[in-house]
């Protein structure tokens, strides 16, 4: 399909591309959509549902998702610097976009069909439900598919997103990325919302809010959709690998690499590993980039801890009824969306004179002293209305992150380079959440028996704040190069 490239991108002397115009409408938005399509995975599966399914349904431990949660961050900090340098090289983002969100659509469907196959259809909302016996556990080998099969999905998500973002400086100049950001951000939090609407139905038979749906309707949307005909948490993760690619389509079509390198740039596999190191080294050559880097080492952390867990504990630590927590994520979606629009305004401004304008580091420091005060108040939270209240806030703010860092790493290193050091922050930030969850899992495996369910789970919240408050003060130290940039 014929596109209409934008104006050629600016050249400066240190060999810096820097888009001049935005690129052509349909293809910014296709971009912003596909934070749309990967939301869906990670409401509904890294948040909502595969641990929920595996603890409270299936009664296997707490640490063993928080391992499973691990190495896929440790195969993603392993792998991305690796893929990022060959990318950088080839100027290519696009078909690595696509091989990796192919890879996560197959083994998400791959989870309900093993859930199917293999496991007894326990659980909430699953229609003529099997009665185990107490103290029945998963079969080991049964385990291990459902784990690997989880493993590659989570890998394969979070892979795409280092090659995702570096698109972002070919496809507005610098004083519009902050806009697009947080387009991308809020769009994505409509996917969340959009995609667990979609999927519920097939858990509960019902919609999130509104309640039941007709029994004949409910029939013929798990009569066309395979491995969903009896209801409950298993049948959740076929259509959201459906939704998924579905949804990845525009970007698929419309979107493409501007400035492709030509076939003579060969990349040998030594080298590129030799590029990861340098990367390490430019960091240090560029004032904040590496510390900017460790931060998110830190908040990222915390905050994947923090989501990967938080339907745990509003079932185990506030007492929601099971089921009860994916209307809590509805609702508690909305204001994300809200809040990723609002921050993404503040990083750039409004109006030609830029009023209100914050910049990316200090609209960053706020998000992050915002995130410390919350999680504290989760910790204190003495009832559900109360964590409404708290919920309510994290969503305010929780896109804010995902919509200042993109822009605030691009204020701090070449945009020629940006491949190579989105890849080393997902680097840092996988190497941490390698043990964030499993210090999340420890704590509340520990803790139970000796202070209870819900005071091991608050516990372990304090975990987090801690990573919170140490991401802020490394941050305070990152050179605010915003103004610059833009000039």
């Known amino acids: 399909m014929t596109q209409h490239g934008h104006a050629t991108p600016l050249t400066t002397s240190d060999g810096e591309i820097i888009a001049v115009t935005r690129a052509p409408f349909r293809e910014r938005i296709s971009w912003a959509m596909y934070d749309f399509a990967n939301t869906i995975f990670s409401m509904n599966v890294a948040t909502l549902y595969f641990s929920v399914w595996l603890v409270s349904d299936l009664g296997v431990s707490t640490t063993s998702v928080a391992a499973a949660n691990g190495i896929a961050s440790l195969l993603v900090a392993l792998s991305i610097p690796l893929l990022g340098a060959i990318s950088d090289a080839k100027r290519r983002r696009v078909p690595w976009v696509i091989g ?17 196959r293999l496991v007894p259809l326990v659980g909430d909302s699953v229609i003529g439900a099997t009665v185990m016996a107490d103290g029945w556990r998963v079969d080991g080998t049964t385990l291990f598919c459902i784990l690997a ?10 892979a795409s997103l280092p090659f995702y973002n570096a698109m972002l400086p070919e496809l507005v100049p610098p004083e519009e990325q902050g806009r697009l950001s947080g387009l991308g951000t809020a769009v994505g939090y409509v996917g969340s919302i959009a995609g667990v609407f979609l999927i519920t ?9 509104f309640g039941a749906l007709p029994t004949g309707f409910v029939e013929w949307l798990r009569g066309w959709m395979p491995f969903t005909s009896l209801g409950g948490r298993v049948s959740t993760f076929a259509p959201t690998g459906i939704m998924y690619l ?19 740039q060969v990349v040998k596999w030594k080298e590129a590993f030799g590029r990861v190191i340098q990367t390490v080294r430019d960091s240090r050559r560029h004032p904040g980039a590496f510390r900017f880097i460790m931060a998110s080492f830190l908040y990222q952390d915390a905050m994947g801890t923090i989501i990967s867990f938080m339907a745990l504990y509003a079932v185990e630590a506030m007492g929601f009824a099971k089921g009860a927590e994916t209307t809590l994520f509805v609702v508690l979606t909305v204001p994300a969306v809200i809040g990723s629009f609002v921050i993404g305004h503040l990083v750039d401004g409004v109006g030609s004179r830029q009023r209100w304008r914050l910049g990316p580091k200090r609209t960053l420091m706020c998000v992050l002293m915002a995130w410390v005060v919350l999680l504290i108040a989760m910790i204190l939270a003495p009832s559900q209305k109360a964590f409404w209240v708290v919920g309510f806030g994290i969503g305010l703010i929780y896109g804010g992150v995902a919509t200042t860092e993109r822009p605030l790493l691009l204020t701090l290193v070449p945009d020629v380079d940006a491949g190579k050091f989105f890849g080393l922050m997902v680097l840092s930030a996988r190497a941490a959440a390698i043990f964030g969850p499993l210090v999340w899992g420890l704590a509340v ?19 987090v704040v801690l990573a919170m408050v140490l991401a802020l003060f490394l941050l305070r130290g990152v050179p605010d190069n915003s103004r610059a940039r833009v000039a």
Do not use: K, S
């Open 445 to 463: 495996d520990g803790l139970t028996p000796v202070i209870g369910v819900g005071a091991a789970y608050r516990a372990a919240v304090g975990t």
């Open 201 to 209: 139905p097939f858990f509960t038979g019902g919609l999130p809010v």
């Open 246 to 264: 579905l949804f990845a389509i525009p970007f698929v079509v419309f979107c493409r690499d501007h400035r492709v390198a030509g076939a003579h």
């Open 100 to 116: 990796f969100t192919l890879l996560a659509v197959v083994a998400t469907i791959a989870i309900g069909v093993i859930g199917y």
């Open 149 to 158: 099969a989880f493993v590659v999905a989570n890998y394969a998500y979070q």
